[in-house]
């Protein structure tokens, strides 16, 4: 199933203006922080506050309100972005034998839902401040996608 067919909704999920919407079937179970230079430059503030879900779990419900864009030629991420406040919405990630992801952003779920609470701070190293929690940081393009790969791997496969 692709981001825009039907689901049953649990949670819409709105930009901060409002015109970029999107229906979440399901809670996400993993939630990190990003620290990688792009998410600086793409989410309000210092690094990337993101929860991660199938993308099947996700529907589009304001189709043409989110620009798509893919700030690195080979791979990464296709960040979408509300095109009347440019906040980000969701990004969606294609992989090598893998089902389709989709990153939105914690600020994005509703406060009164239930939202997971974040495991890590990934790409520390190119932070632009120091963050005070008891959080682990991981350095490194590297070394943060060797930790991430068990938050992937645990959204494959609960499906």
């Known amino acids: 199933m692709a981001p825009n067919e039907a689901l049953t909704p649990a949670i ?6 409002g015109a970029s919407s999107i229906a979440i ?11 990688c230079t792009i998410c600086q430059s ?14 099947k779990k996700v529907k589009v419900q304001t189709p043409g309100t989110i620009e798509f864009t ?8 296709e960040r979408g972005t509300c095109k009347s406040c440019k906040h980000p919405v969701m990004a969606l990630l294609d992989g090598p034998g893998m089902p ?7 600020a994005m779920i509703p ?24 959080l682990p940081k991981t350095n490194g393009d590297k070394a943060s996608m060797l930790v991430f790969t068990p938050s992937v791997l645990r959204v494959v496969f609960s499906g």
């Open 12 to 17: 819409i999920a709105l930009c901060p203006c």
């Open 42 to 55: 793409v989410y309000p503030g210092n690094y990337g506050d993101a929860t991660l879900m199938l993308a």
């Open 25 to 35: 079937e399901q809670m996400p179970k993993v939630r990190f922080y990003c620290h």
């Open 111 to 134: 406060e009164q839902a239930d939202k997971p609470k974040s495991a890590r701070h990934i790409f520390y190293g190119t932070r632009s401040e120091d963050v005070a929690d008891n």
């Open 70 to 77: 893919r700030h690195l030629q080979k791979g990464g991420l």
């Open 100 to 106: 389709q992801l989709a990153f939105v952003p914690a």
